[in-house]
């Protein structure tokens, strides 16, 4: 069975643009979390989307916003991009919304530099 | 503070045993989660704790938990070079991970 996969593996954008991240969950889940890792840090939560719906949102400007299509699978956009985005970013899958008591597993990331 | 909190550093020998600390702010957090990152990878789930548990043992892997004092450890027995990775502790909060800064496990042969 395939993983959570995420595209682009690897990008690089220039200040000012705009960038849409992939993620595909692993068969049967239907939630997707985003996740930003600045190097040298620990993840840090964007959003939670189940059913299409944003189910939650962490501390980031509303510069980040994100979908989820019909067949569970996710976008992450990133608007007016600034040096500090540059991150690996993460997508996380689960079987429902709720975090309690479902086997969390995230894909290998978008490494994403802004230049 | 951190709402999640780890010791940065830890190195042992090959066949050592590995113990990893964390520490945590939100009681009301249900499940503790420890992920292994390897260098320009992602993250992959080792294990994870149900708070109403005090331990948790997965092959050479162990959890601890001390709810009382917010205190999490990962032990690993007989460490081995291929272990060699960041180590991060997270809490669920709602419906996010809050996660720590990571420990660095560095295992000499």
């Known amino acids: 069975d395939a993983g959570v996969t995420q595209s682009p593996t690897h990008l690089i954008k220039t200040r000012g643009q705009q960038v849409t991240l992939r993620c595909s969950p692993i068969?049967?889940?239907?939630?997707v979390s985003w996740y930003q890792q600045v190097l040298g840090q620990g993840p840090q939560f964007i959003f939670q989307?189940?059913?299409?719906?944003?189910?939650g949102r962490g501390n980031f400007p509303d510069r980040f916003s994100a979908r989820q299509f019909p067949n569970y699978s996710s976008e992450l956009n990133v608007n007016a991009l600034l040096l500090g985005d540059s991150a690996l970013y993460l997508c996380?899958?689960?079987?429902?919304?709720?975090?309690?008591?479902?086997?969390?597993?995230f894909g290998e990331g978008s490494w994403l530099t802004v230049v | 503070g951190e709402d999640v909190e780890q010791s940065l550093f830890l190195s042992v020998r090959e066949g050592d045993s590995s113990v990893i600390n964390c520490t945590y702010t939100?009681?009301?957090?249900?499940?503790l989660y420890w992920y292994k990152q390897e260098p320009g990878a992602g993250l992959q789930l080792l294990t994870y704790?149900?708070?109403?548990?005090d331990m948790k043992q997965d092959q050479r892997l162990t959890v601890l938990l001390n709810k009382k004092d917010k205190h999490l450890s990962l032990r690993i027995a007989d460490t081995q070079t291929g272990d060699s990775a960041i180590y991060f502790c997270?809490?669920?909060?709602?419906?996010?991970?809050?996660f720590g800064k990571g420990t660095t496990l560095s295992v000499s042969s």
């Open positions: 996380a899958s689960t079987l429902s919304t709720e975090t309690s008591g479902n086997t969390i597993y």
């Open positions: 997270a809490a669920t909060r709602r419906t996010a991970l809050i």
């Open positions: 939100d009681s009301s957090s249900t499940y």
């Open positions: 704790i149900f708070s109403n548990m």
């Open positions: 989307y189940y059913e299409k719906e944003e189910r």
């Open positions: 068969s049967g889940h239907k939630s």
